[in-house]
């Protein structure tokens, strides 16, 4: 039997000659590789291959099941979407990472160790601080720095979590869910859950995604967290820490999302928001939960990635990228097109029927309700009003729509070119035919499915909240308007921890040299001291200055005769005590 190649490999290879291509051909070839690994999924049956020895343990490139699979499948599915979207962009850098980040997200989802999956994991890091370092201006480049560091905090976890876990277990195996408790254990979940964005260790996502390019943005959505999210769910079912987590997440990002005004921040915080989904169906644990989790992950990443090639596209055509600026512009006359793509996003993540998003995230809403986690059951359908109220009406209606103004310049618009045109089509396309016919994902879930979305009850709630939010928007249009404020958030504590971290290290590098200083000092003054000691001595009686002169023996010898002179009379007087007492002592 002929064993399938590694997907990972036509990402990783392929990319090395994306530089020495020109033209047409480059355009095609970026097209044809994830065409390539997604025939290569086809053909990969079940099983454990491409294995190495390493010293006393077995590294497995290749553990393939249900599980990776369906993260496989949208992983390329999304790369080819996403290289779609970027032909048009003339940079080898950002296409070499990209590429180089999805092949790296693809040996995540088929490690079947742990060091295999630490390798791919920081893979996964390094190409996609390139992609966000692609954009080329001050912004993206600090914003990538400090990403990076974050991400270099989270590997030193993941890496010490994975050392101490093999030598309390002598386990790697990366197949299924980690021996519970030990250090190991939790810095283990400390790596992971800080590439999911769970808070507080999250604002590096809305910090560094919306500074990355308009293309480039769209690889960003997909990846970090979504392994991530892979990851828990093979190695932490059931935690039910994560439900909770999860829960307080899908609140926090949609929170953070209305009050923002930039549009692909917005967006930003609400990744945070629906991985929360994701991450509370790993903690419920049920087999329903963990469908849900999975197949929400698939749906996230093909509409979130839609709603971020419209959002680009409104930042391609004008230059703007904040609703303060944009709106009352009208429009929705100008790029109608990018509207279009764009609520079909919107009405996907909102859950409304016929869309993806419904045939997901109620997976794992019903899962809370059956599991009676009444806490996560409220906070979960809480964040579906707010998810439709800042993404599906208060961003499209403060980006295309907005009261007329006319104290503004009008701006040129930039037509879109026809492979943005596609990228977008594709994705809707996807979103509207999977919320059509969920069976088409429900049959690659890793467990077997006994939900039906479409039952009366569940679309008759979700309608009415729709229903209500959109009455409620009506009625407070006014007070979500955007303003161009700055928003704090938890990296407040780190930003400015990092300034005062630095002046401390400044105050240490004073406090050194002052300390330097003395120690020359004193050194100098031994060094002097040790040429001419005697001199020294007589210096501190004597008024007079006079040169130092090195030490001579025969300037400061004595006449032999004063030695002996000494000697006698010390001894002398040594008898003389030595007699007095010892007679004392017999009397």
């Not at 169906?281 to 049920?286: A, D, E, L, N, R």
């Amino acid at each position: 039997m002929i064993k399938p190649i590694p997907p990972f490999l036509f990402y990783l290879i392929g990319a090395l000659l994306v530089p020495f291509l020109k033209g047409k051909i480059k355009k095609f070839y970026l097209l044809i590789i994830p065409a390539l690994a997604y025939l290569d999924l086809l053909s990969m049956p079940h099983g454990t291959y491409w294995t190495i020895k390493f010293l006393d343990y077995e590294l497995i490139f290749g553990h393939v099941d249900k599980l990776s699979m369906v993260f496989a499948y949208v992983f390329v599915i999304i790369s080819f979407a996403a290289l779609l979207y970027a032909l048009q962009a003339e940079d080898d850098v950002q296409h070499f990472s990209a590429l180089y980040y999805a092949g790296g997200a693809l040996g995540v989802a088929f490690a079947g160790d742990l060091f295999t999956l630490y390798i791919f994991w920081e893979l996964m890091a390094v190409a996609s601080v390139f992609v966000i370092w692609a954009q080329r201006d001050r912004e993206a480049i600090r914003a990538g720095f400090r990403y990076v560091l974050v991400h270099l905090f989270g590997g030193c976890a993941l890496l010490a979590g994975i050392v101490i876990y093999a030598i309390q277990t002598g386990s790697i195996a990366f197949s299924g869910p980690l021996v519970h408790g030990g250090l190991g254990f939790w810095l283990i979940l400390i790596g992971f859950i800080l590439n999911a964005a769970v808070p507080p260790l999250h604002p590096w996502l809305p910090d560094a995604y919306p500074r990355a390019s308009v293309t480039g943005a769209i690889f960003l959505t997909a990846y970090t967290t979504k392994s991530a999210v892979y990851t828990l769910l093979r190695a932490f079912p059931g935690v039910e820490l994560l439900a909770y987590m999860g829960a307080i997440m899908t609140v926090y990002g949609v929170v953070w999302a209305i009050m923002e005004n930039d549009i692909r921040r917005l967006l930003a915080y609400h990744i945070v928001s629906q991985v929360g989904y994701m991450v509370g169906g790993v903690g419920i644990g049920t087999a329903l939960s963990m469908n849900g989790s999975a197949a929400h992950a698939f749906c996230h990443i093909l509409y979130k990635a839609l709603l971020f090639m419209g959002a680009g596209a409104v930042i391609y055509s004008t230059g703007m990228r904040k609703m303060s600026d944009l709106t009352g512009r009208d429009l929705y006359k100008k790029i109608p097109h990018s509207l279009i793509y764009y609520m079909v996003g919107a009405f996907s993540i909102s859950a409304v029927p016929l869309f993806n998003g419904f045939i997901s995230k109620t997976m794992i809403v019903a899962a809370a309700e059956e599991s009676h986690m009444l806490p996560v059951f409220f906070l979960m359908s809480t964040a579906s009003i707010g998810t439709w109220l800042c993404v599906g009406l208060k961003l499209p209606y403060y980006t295309w729509f907005g009261k007329p103004r006319t104290d503004v310049e009008e701006v040129k618009i930039k037509p879109l070119p026809l492979n943005m045109h596609l990228g977008m089509a594709f994705l809707s396309f996807l979103c509207f035919f999977m919320g059509v016919y969920p069976h088409v994902l429900y049959r690659v879930l890793p467990y077997p499915v006994h939900y039906h979305p479409y039952t009366p009850h569940h679309v008759v709630v979700e309608l009415q909240l729709l229903l209500m939010t959109i009455v409620g928007v009506w009625v407070l249009i006014k007070r979500l308007e955007p303003h161009a404020v700055i928003n704090l958030d938890t990296d407040w504590f780190y930003r400015k921890g990092a300034g005062l971290f630095v002046r401390f290290c400044y105050f240490l590098g004073a406090v050194r040299t002052v300390l330097q200083n003395l120690a020359i000092d004193l050194v100098d003054g031994f060094i002097i001291i040790s040429r001419n000691p005697i001199y020294d001595i007589k210096s501190l009686f004597s008024e007079k200055e006079t040169q130092l002169l090195p030490y001579d023996a025969n300037v400061y010898r004595q006449p032999v005769g004063i030695g002996v002179m000494a000697a006698l009379i010390l001894f002398t007087l040594f008898c003389y005590i030595f007699y007095t007492v010892l007679a004392a002592l017999i009397t």
